[in-house]
Structures are given as C-alpha cells and as structure tokens.
C-alpha cells in the first residue's frame, strides 16, 4: 500500500474516532486510559500459566505473583487473587512472563468486562483497556526478568492511582 493511500486511511479512522467521541447520540463519558474504575482499592491480579522454558528458566507463578503483590502493595492498594466468578469480575490485572533461549517478554494487561450486541445476540468478554510490554535479552539472569516486570507494574500502577485521583 502506497504512502498516500495509507495517509487517507489514518486520516479517515482519525475522523471517524473524533466524530464519535462528539457524538452527543453516544451516551457515556469517554475514558483516555480505560483504567478508570469504581473502587481503587482492591486489584484482582491473575498469572498467567508458565511455559516449560520459564519454569526450566527458574521462574514460578509464585515468585511473578510476589513481586505483583509488593509493587501493588507499595502503592497502599490491596492484590487480591483473581478467580474465575459468576457474575465475571468487573476487571483483572492481567501478567504475562515468558522466556526463550535467550530473551524474555514481560506483559501486563488491564482488562475490562465488556458486552455488545449483534442482532437480538448479547456478548460478554474481557477486552484490554492498557496494555505494556518489555521485550529483551535476559542474559540467564531471573533477578532481570523479575526487574522488568516490576518496571512495568509500577508504570501501570501510577498510571491507575492518576487515572482514578477524586
């Protein structure tokens, strides 16, 4: 695709997104970080399942999910375990550590429930609303990888506290 032609489209999806953010028809209040929620307080935290190579690595979901808790709890808020529920929680810190031969991925995801409707059909998922990622060489050094992850949660962390100051 040409550059121009690949202009227009940015521009025409740049309109699009403005026009129904002003639409006074769509109800609600637009968010910027879509980490905004109703009580700051507690944090449901869920690790994802570890691969072979982080376990073989030296990494376990029960160091990744220490660190979350300290970085969650330094910031005076409360991690709480997520666990699957009916009706589904509102929202979920979402972490994500993988390892390879010689480089890592660290990921971290806030997600929301959402619902939308197709024809006469209601859907329910989580969708992500802030997402971040740290991709490197990890130079056979867990302590490096447990240090990126603990980068990210706090630039999460302070992004949460700002996004829901009263």
């Given at each position: 695709m040409s550059l121009f032609r690949y202009s227009i489209i940015l521009a025409i999806f740049a309109s699009t997104i403005?026009?129904?953010?002003?639409?006074?028809?769509?109800?609600?209040?637009?968010?910027?970080?879509?980490?905004?929620?109703?009580?700051?307080?507690?944090?449901?935290?869920?690790?994802?399942?570890?691969?072979?190579?982080?376990?073989?690595?030296?990494?376990?979901?029960?160091?990744?999910?220490?660190?979350?808790?300290?970085?969650v709890r330094q910031m005076h808020l409360e991690p709480v375990d997520f666990k699957v529920t009916?009706?589904?929680?509102?929202?979920?810190?979402?972490?994500?550590?993988?390892?390879?031969?010689i480089s890592f991925l660290v990921e971290i995801h806030f997600l929301r429930r959402v619902s939308y409707k197709v024809g006469k059909r209601d859907f329910e998922m989580y969708a992500t609303t802030w997402s971040q990622n740290i991709f490197g060489?990890?130079?056979?050094?867990?302590?490096?990888?447990l240090s990126a992850l603990e980068a990210i949660m706090e630039e999460f962390l302070n992004a949460y506290v700002k996004a829901n100051q009263n």
């Open positions: 403005c026009r129904a953010q002003n639409n006074p028809a769509i109800k609600g209040t637009w968010s910027t970080s879509g980490l905004e929620i109703e009580s700051i307080k507690a944090i449901p935290v869920y690790v994802c399942p570890l691969d072979d190579a982080t376990k073989d690595f030296g990494l376990t979901a029960e160091r990744i999910r220490t660190k979350c808790d300290f970085k009916y009706p589904p929680q509102p929202y979920q810190l979402m972490v994500s550590v993988q390892i390879n031969r060489s990890h130079g056979s050094d867990s302590d490096y990888v």
